[in-house]
């Protein structure tokens, strides 16, 4: 989960893609940036032009910036790189960076450590390319969409270092530590070459000498299947690694210390319950955090999560005040002060040193909040949560003869992933089926009128539709579902993922409208009412076109043409003069 050799902060939906970068380069890259056909500044500008783009824009489609953070004894934590240098980001910003970029336990972290971190932009941003990477997010699914915050990957290390006080040398980045900024820079400008971060396609991506295979997921990949495993069949010679998946972490790895209690944590992670994990290290915090939000997949976790948080937060007040109930938030946490500070938290998960694969941890037992008073707790879950299900016993058995055969982690990995993807299936799909429910008849969509309203979401009515087309359908497992679903409903994730679904609706509902505009004899229409009103109605139209560009409306290629022939056919039925308006009218 680093960018080795560097801190790099990515922009919310790519900040996840980043991983790519990191699996490239922990396999060690040359010294030395050979360039064909000409000086990199050449080929730069000469591709850049290919692509109609400008110097760094290439780079932005992936990354925000790549810093260097050091320590200062006297001054504390400073960003003494940004690269690229015109990179903005603000005092706030550099901060979090400063101090989000090292370890902040007691446990030393000697020699190397990656991990990773994620806070909120600050207000008022404007993303670079915002319109290009519009274009790009369109495709993606969901739970990559982030656009309001950074995601920083960080490679630390820490070496003893006799001639400074403090006794240890603390900085970021293997290779820089050699080479300095011109390594830096020629990694960036790798990046910079690359080809744009299209969902579904098949990318190949060059950096310091080493070549990534990587296909970004789309929103219409069937959910648990990995489709570049299909592609990589052949042997790809000049390919160094290939990348599964670009966003995943082992997550067998991260539950198998708790994996007895994993569909507990789901049912907590499901329903946006405050959960905090108290983990040795960032690696292990920033790991299990992940580990945690992908575990509802394909469903996106719409609340906040943190997955390194130290007490120099910008929200560390809003997230630590005893004023108020715990927020929605699953944070991850390193500094035993968070022991004491957390302690009125209903759900924490406290972890050891999470073992190399191969090696098993022992299980930890869930135990009552009261028992977490001292900073040396044991590794346990602490809560009073009572799960709303039943426990399911056929893939703990799975997991321990996995344990027993010695499977290789990313085989147990495979096999909890589909478990925890089957569970959410179940789960959601009887909130899809009455929520496809909601959608008017086509039969009602008018040429003449404005699209008819979804109805509304009536909990009642929907858990009356539980009896027969429940989860029962799909899953063995038995327990309070309704129970589940009720909780749920008033969950921030119920409410991000039913304003998705409800946008979607909405805008195939204009679809359907503009296409049934499209088949009306508009011409005729004219015909028989009056100029203003014609005038009025290509005004219409003109803006219809805009808001299916400017909202990607899931419209034919051929509707957006013939309304576009309407609109030009009654224009020229007009006056001169008009015409000569109207032909020029961009609406906004």
């Known amino acids: 989960m680093a960018l080795r050799g560097l801190a790099a902060s990515g922009p ?60 200062d004894l006297e001054l504390g934590q400073a960003v003494e790189v940004i690269y690229p240098q015109h990179s903005k980001l603000t005092d706030k910003e550099k901060t979090n960076i400063c101090y ?28 670079s390319l915002h319109c290009l990477l519009d274009h790009y997010d369109k495709d993606l699914p969901v739970y990559l969409k ?20 403090r006794g240890y040398f603390q900085k970021i980045a293997p290779e820089y530590f050699e080479k300095s900024e011109p390594y830096l820079e020629a990694a960036c400008n790798d990046v910079d070459r690359w080809p744009a971060p299209v969902p579904g396609k098949t990318l190949y991506l060059p950096i310091m000498g080493v070549v990534m295979k990587v296909r970004i997921p789309t929103c219409h990949d069937k959910p648990g299947t990995t489709q570049i495993a299909q592609l990589t069949q052949q ?73 390194y948080f130290t007490i120099h ?57 009261k028992n977490l008073k001292t900073l040396d707790s044991k590794p346990g879950v602490y809560t009073s949560y009572k799960p709303y299900l039943s426990r399911d016993e056929e893939i703990i058995k799975q997991l321990q003869k996995g344990v027993q055969q010695k499977r290789p982690s990313e085989a147990q ?32 969509i008018s040429p003449w009128k404005s699209p008819p309203q979804l109805r509304q979401f009536l909990p009642e009515e929907f858990m009356k539709t539980l009896e027969k087309t429940g989860p029962q359908l799909t899953s063995r497992i038995k327990g309070d579902w309704i129970g589940l679903y ?74 957006m043409e013939k309304l576009r022939t309407h609109i030009d056919a009654i224009i020229l039925a007009l006056p001169e003069d008009l015409q000569g308006i109207l032909l020029k009218t961009d609406m906004t």
């Open 413 to 444: 990995s495979v096999i909890l992933r589909r478990y925890f993807l089957e569970l959410t299936q179940s789960f959601i799909i009887p909130l899809e089926r009455y929520v496809a429910s909601l959608m008017p008849l086509q039969k009602s």
């Open 486 to 559: 009720r909780h749920f409903l008033k969950s921030p994730n119920f409410d991000g993922w039913f304003k998705t679904r409800r946008k979607e609706m909405t805008q195939k509902l204009e679809a359907l409208h503009l296409e049934a505009l499209c088949e009306e004899d508009l011409l005729l229409w004219t015909q028989k009412h009056t100029e203003v009103e014609t005038v009025d109605l290509v005004l219409k139209l003109k803006n219809k076109l805009l808001q299916a560009d400017r909202e990607h409306l899931p419209v034919k290629p051929d509707t």
């Open 100 to 127: 989000l970029s090292f370890p902040d336990s007691n446990s030393g972290c000697l020699g190397d450590t990656q991990f990773c971190f994620r806070f909120r932009q600050s207000s008022g941003r404007r993303v």
């Open 146 to 165: 982030d656009p309001a915050y950074f995601y920083g990957y960080v490679y630390f290390r820490q070496v003893r270092d006799k001639s400074l006080k």
């Open 12 to 71: 919310g939906s790519r900040g996840q893609l980043d991983e790519a970068v990191a699996a490239a380069e922990e396999r060690g890259a040359p010294a030395v940036v050979v360039a064909a056909g000409g000086t990199p500044e050449d080929n730069e500008e000469d591709e850049g032009r290919g692509r109609g783009l400008l110097r760094w824009d290439g780079f932005s489609a992936w990354l925000h910036c790549v810093c260097v953070v050091g320590f």
């Open 313 to 369: 937060d910008s929200e560390f007040k809003e997230y630590t005040t005893r004023t108020q109930a715990p927020p929605s938030v699953i944070l991850g946490v390193t500094n035993p002060f968070f022991a004491k500070t957390l302690q009125h938290w209903p759900h924490i998960i406290r972890i050891g040193d999470l073992k190399p694969a191969g090696e098993i941890p022992k299980q930890v037992k869930v135990k009552k909040l």
């Open 235 to 307: 042997a790809d010679t000049h390919i160094s690694v290939i990348l599964p998946t670009v966003h995943e972490v082992d997550l067998f790895r991260c539950f198998c210390p708790v994996f007895l209690h994993s569909q507990m944590l789901w049912e907590l992670v499901l329903l946006g319950e405050p959960l905090v994990v108290m983990a040795p290290s960032p690696s292990e915090s920033s790991e299990t955090v992940l580990a945690l939000t992908n575990c509802i997949s394909p469903l996106k976790y719409f609340s906040d999560f943190r997955p």
